[in-house]
C-alpha cells in the first residue's frame, strides 16, 4: 500500500523556538494532504488541509501564523510551529490523499511526537 | 460533516469475534463507512470501507444495514495485537476531510 512517512519521529524544543515537520508521500503523488493534531487520550483533530501549490485551509481555531504549512511538491507537506509553547506539545500526524487509488483514501504518516519544554 | 457514535470502550478475550457497531443517523447518500485502527503513538491506519450490505478483506467484516443509520465492523478471533482504538468515519465520495470522533478503544486479553 501507500507509504508516508514523517520527519523527526519525536523532537524536543525550548519554548519560543520553532520546530518543522516534514510529511512525504513515498510511492504516489498526494495533492492534498492533511494535518492533524492529537493530544494524550484524545482522538485527532483536523487542524489544515494542504493543497500543492497553494495557500493551506486552516480549520476554525487553528492559528495560520502559529502553525505554517507549506506544500510545495506533490511528496513533500511541511508543518512548521513557531514560537513553540508547551501548550503545543502533541502528537502531529499528517496523512496524504492517494488519488489514483481505488477508495480515494487518506494514508497516515507515523506520526510526530512534539514535546516544548 | 455527519457525527458517528460508538462505544468508548470494548473488552474481549483472546480468539473471540468482536462486533463494534457504530450510529450515523444523519448518514448522507453519498457517504461512506471507513473503519480506521490506531495504535499508541502511531497513525491510523485504514480497515475497511463499505457503502451498504457486506464488505470483507482479510482483516475484517463490515456489515451495513438497508438504511445505512448504523454499521458493524467484525474482527474475527481477535488476537493480543488487536488492541488498539478503532475510529468510525463517514466519508464523502468526493471529499477529502476527515471527521474523527472519539473512536472505540477495545483491550483484547489472554
Known amino acids: 500500500g501507500a507509504v508516508v512517512s514523517q520527519h523527526p519521529s519525536w523532537v524536543i524544543c525550548k519554548s519560543g523556538t520553532s520546530v518543522k515537520i516534514e510529511c512525504r508521500s513515498l510511492?504516489?503523488?498526494?495533492?492534498?494532504m492533511f494535518w492533524y493534531r492529537q493530544f494524550p487520550k484524545q482522538s485527532l483533530m483536523l487542524m489544515a488541509t494542504?493543497?500543492?501549490?497553494?495557500?493551506?485551509?486552516?480549520e476554525q481555531g487553528v492559528e495560520k501564523d502559529k502553525f505554517l504549512i507549506n506544500h510545495a511538491s506533490l511528496t513533500l507537506s511541511t508543518l512548521t510551529v513557531t514560537s513553540a509553547h508547551p501548550e503545543d506539545s502533541s502528537f502531529y500526524i499528517c496523512?496524504?490523499?492517494?488519488?489514483?487509488?481505488?477508495?480515494?483514501?487518506?494514508?497516515f504518516g507515523p506520526g510526530t511526537r512534539l514535546t516544548v519544554l | 460533516l455527519a457525527k458517528t457514535t460508538q462505544p468508548i470502550s470494548m473488552d474481549s478475550y483472546e480468539g473471540q469475534e468482536v462486533n463494534i457497531t457504530c450510529s450515523h443517523n444523519?448518514?448522507?447518500?453519498?457517504?461512506?463507512i471507513t473503519w480506521y485502527q490506531q495504535f499508541p503513538s502511531q497513525g491510523p491506519r485504514f480497515i475497511i470501507q463499505?457503502?451498504?450490505t457486506k464488505v470483507t478483506n482479510e482483516v475484517a467484516s463490515l456489515f451495513i444495514p438497508a438504511d445505512r443509520k448504523s454499521s458493524t465492523l467484525s474482527l474475527p478471533r481477535v488476537s493480543l495485537s488487536d488492541t488498539a482504538v478503532y475510529y468510525c468515519?463517514?466519508?464523502?465520495?468526493?471529499?477529502?476531510?476527515?471527521?474523527f470522533g472519539k473512536g472505540t478503544s477495545l483491550l483484547v486479553t489472554p
Open positions: 496523512s496524504a490523499r492517494d488519488k489514483s487509488g481505488s477508495y480515494n483514501e487518506q494514508f
Open positions: 510511492d504516489f503523488q498526494a495533492t492534498t
Open positions: 468515519l463517514l466519508r464523502k465520495g468526493s471529499g477529502y476531510a476527515l471527521n
Open positions: 463499505g457503502y451498504k
Open positions: 494542504s493543497n500543492e501549490g497553494s495557500k493551506a485551509t486552516y
Open positions: 444523519n448518514i448522507a447518500t453519498n457517504d461512506y
